[in-house]
């Protein structure tokens, strides 16, 4: 078969691929939603013309557009190996799988390389009566599964163009060693790392209990933070990255866990008030604390260092003159 006659088939064919990747790749991220899987990138591409043909030729292939597995190819870069084996459980059970490589099994252990996982699937028969399926029997897709750190070291790997230890230079090949045994460590640890805090945000919720009172003592992090957050404001919206905002905002002040609970309790019986006031001042009936708002306003009201931080900051702002009738309700309360 001549490059002409392969370039028209490859047309022929090319409406085929791009409804195959387009649905399964549908598919799959809503799989990963679903599951609540994050991932770093995930990756669809149809192999070109010329990278096919090259391919047919280099393979000595008879039959290539049947022979040839990653006309459509997709690739998911998630966060840790135990995701890698998640997404593997997930495409079982969602596709028909053909054939399954886990590269690392490749390796001896005086050898070093990338670590991937390389999947052929093809649509079940059971969806080819869809409409969006129809036409599409026997298409394969590949897909290519790693984590961060094994495609870091591939991309490495590959820009050194070195395909196993005997091609690099014998004074060079224990560092290549060392660091693929890094990679492999690091994914390792990062995946313990996880599952410790997993653990350890776990053990701190059920000692609260929503009763934020069982966090007075605690250190102030990130994850208790968090447990504070859901615990005393559980129908706000919530968001990692205020959170992590926040939390820097009160360790410059060096405020504790303590400072914190104590205004949410002194907050708490005028809420609603507090809230209903910043609205009728800004004429905006659409604000809604989040929780991090939530927060911000206990301290504004209930907290002297954290009330003069934030007159630096809007003394002369007409937030602040809000802010001045919050702490005044408080302190009408308390009298």
Same mark, same amino acid.
């Given at each position: 078969?001549?490059?002409?006659?392969?370039?028209?088939?490859?047309?022929?064919?090319?409406?085929?691929?791009?409804?195959?990747?387009?649905?399964?790749?549908?598919?799959?991220?809503?799989?990963?939603?679903? =599951?609540? *899987? $994050?991932?770093?990138?995930?990756? &669809?591409?149809?192999?070109? @013309?010329?990278?096919? %043909?090259?391919?047919?030729?280099?393979?000595?292939?008879?039959?290539?557009?049947?022979?040839?597995?990653?006309?459509?190819?997709?690739?998911?870069?998630?966060?840790?190996?135990?995701?890698?084996?998640?997404?593997?459980?997930?495409?079982?059970?969602?596709?028909?799988?053909?054939?399954?490589?886990?590269?690392?099994?490749?390796?001896?252990?005086?050898?070093?390389?990338?670590?991937?996982?390389?999947?052929?699937?093809?649509?079940?028969?059971?969806?080819?009566?869809?409409?969006?399926?129809?036409?599409?029997?026997?298409?394969?897709?590949?897909?290519?599964?790693?984590?961060?750190?094994?495609?870091?070291? =591939?991309? *490495? $790997?590959?820009?050194?163009?070195? &395909?196993?230890?005997?091609? @690099?230079?014998?004074? %060079?090949?224990?560092?290549?060693?060392?660091?693929?045994?890094?990679?492999?460590?690091?994914?390792?640890?990062?995946?313990?790392?996880?599952?410790?805090?997993?653990?350890?945000?776990?053990?701190?919720?059920?000692?609260?209990?929503?009763?934020?009172?069982?966090?007075?003592?605690?250190?102030?992090?990130?994850?208790?933070?968090?447990?504070?957050?859901?615990?005393?404001?559980?129908?706000?919206?919530?968001?990692?990255?205020?959170?992590?905002?926040?939390?820097?905002?009160?360790?410059?002040?060096?405020?504790?866990?303590?400072?914190?609970?104590?205004?949410?309790?002194?907050?708490?019986?005028?809420?609603?008030?507090?809230?209903?006031?910043?609205?009728?001042?800004?004429?905006?009936?659409?604000?809604?604390?989040?929780?991090?708002?939530?927060?911000?306003?206990?301290?504004?009201?209930?907290?002297?260092?954290?009330?003069?931080?934030?007159?630096?900051?809007?003394?002369?702002?007409?937030?602040?003159?809000?802010?001045?009738?919050?702490?005044?309700?408080?302190?009408?309360?308390?009298?």
């Amino acid at each position: 078969m001549n490059k002409d006659i392969f370039s028209e088939r490859y047309s022929e064919y090319y409406p085929f691929f791009q409804r195959l990747l387009m649905n399964s790749y549908s598919v799959i991220q809503d799989q990963l939603i679903n =599951a609540d *899987i $994050q991932y770093l990138n995930f990756e &669809k591409r149809i192999k070109t @013309v010329d990278s096919a %043909f090259e391919k047919f030729i280099r393979k000595s292939y008879q039959d290539p557009f049947s022979q040839i597995e990653d006309f459509c190819g997709l690739r998911i870069i998630c966060h840790y190996p135990s995701d890698v084996e998640r997404i593997i459980s997930l495409l079982r059970n969602e596709f028909t799988i053909l054939s399954e490589e886990n590269t690392q099994a490749r390796l001896k252990p005086n050898e070093f390389g990338y670590r991937s996982t390389h999947m052929i699937f093809v649509i079940p028969d059971g969806w080819l009566a869809a409409p969006e399926y129809r036409g599409l029997k026997g298409f394969k897709v590949e897909v290519q599964i790693r984590t961060i750190l094994m495609h870091a070291w =591939a991309e *490495i $790997q590959h820009k050194f163009a070195y &395909k196993s230890a005997s091609q @690099v230079p014998e004074d %060079f090949q224990r560092i290549f060693f060392r660091l693929s045994a890094k990679f492999e460590e690091a994914d390792e640890q990062l995946d313990k790392l996880r599952d410790d805090l997993l653990t350890y945000r776990s053990n701190v919720l059920t000692s609260t209990n929503e009763n934020i009172t069982a966090l007075r003592g605690k250190p102030l992090n990130l994850d208790t933070l968090t447990v504070l957050l859901d615990a005393a404001y559980p129908d706000r919206d919530k968001s990692a990255l205020a959170n992590s905002d926040m939390l820097s905002e009160v360790m410059e002040l060096s405020l504790s866990m303590d400072d914190l609970i104590d205004a949410i309790i002194a907050q708490r019986p005028i809420i609603d008030q507090l809230e209903e006031m910043e609205k009728e001042e800004l004429d905006n009936g659409e604000i809604n604390w989040i929780q991090v708002g939530a927060l911000r306003g206990a301290l504004d009201i209930a907290n002297d260092v954290y009330y003069a931080a934030r007159e630096k900051e809007y003394g002369d702002t007409p937030y602040f003159a809000i802010l001045e009738r919050q702490r005044e309700l408080l302190k009408g309360r308390k009298k």
